[in-house]
């Protein structure tokens, strides 16, 4: 779910840069028109001042440009961390998430519901014919978007009806327009059942 931060003025836009260029001549056009050294003098300190009160504006200014081109940035990222409908995104998540989990969705139906569930789906059979397989469900109870692509997903697992993980961790993701369950996930789970047997898990290699 990353963010592209546009650049940030570091100099002032082309208008400042015109206005401070034009102040500094005037400064020293008002400074050449004095005759006397003493007034020559004066003139210059005040063009001094004058300049160094222009560059502390257009210092400002182009912190205040640089401030507001960041905040702006933020906040267009802050906007990109959430899907267009949150509260659809979690229901869609839900709904598919446990359904992938559930003992009675067709194995076909789970590999839609799969990250990559084309290559996984020798796996997913493989790993059917085992009957802990077919007596886990699991109970989604929090989903926090990592950006608007991806979530983190909460919930506990039963065994036979009785809970034996409550509050494991996964991932899903929006792939070709369809929430999933991660790719990682189902691999990791995949390991654990496979225990220290060190058997390779097709499609998680």
Not at 5 to 28: E, H, I, N, Q, Y
Not at 78 to 94: F, L, Q
Not at 177 to 205: D, E, H, M
Request: glycine share 8%; charged share 10%.
């Amino acid at each position: 779910m990353h963010v592209t931060r546009s650049g940030t003025p570091t100099g002032g836009g082309p208008a400042l840069r015109t206005v401070s260029a034009l102040l500094a001549l005037m400064l020293a056009g008002s400074a050449a028109a004095c005759s006397s050294s003493k007034s020559s003098s004066s003139a210059s300190s005040s063009a001094s001042a004058s300049a160094s009160a222009s560059a502390s504006a257009s210092a400002s200014a182009s912190a205040s440009a640089s401030a507001s081109a960041s905040s702006a940035s933020a906040s267009a990222g802050a906007a990109n961390s959430v899907p267009a409908d949150p509260a659809a995104a979690k229901t869609e998540i839900t709904t598919n998430w446990e359904k992938f989990f559930d003992p009675n969705t067709p194995i076909p139906d789970k590999a839609k519901l799969l990250q990559g569930g084309d290559v996984l789906l020798p796996a997913l059979q493989g790993f059917s014919q085992d009957p802990r397989v077919g007596q886990v469900q699991a109970k989604v109870s929090d989903v926090g978007f990592i950006d608007a692509a991806s979530a983190t997903v909460t919930y506990s697992l039963s065994l036979q009806g009785n809970v034996v993980e409550p509050s494991a961790t996964g991932q899903a993701v929006l792939d070709n327009g369809t929430w999933k369950v991660s790719r990682s996930t189902l691999c990791g789970l995949l390991t654990q059942a496979a225990g220290a047997s060190g058997t390779p898990i097709p499609g998680c290699s």
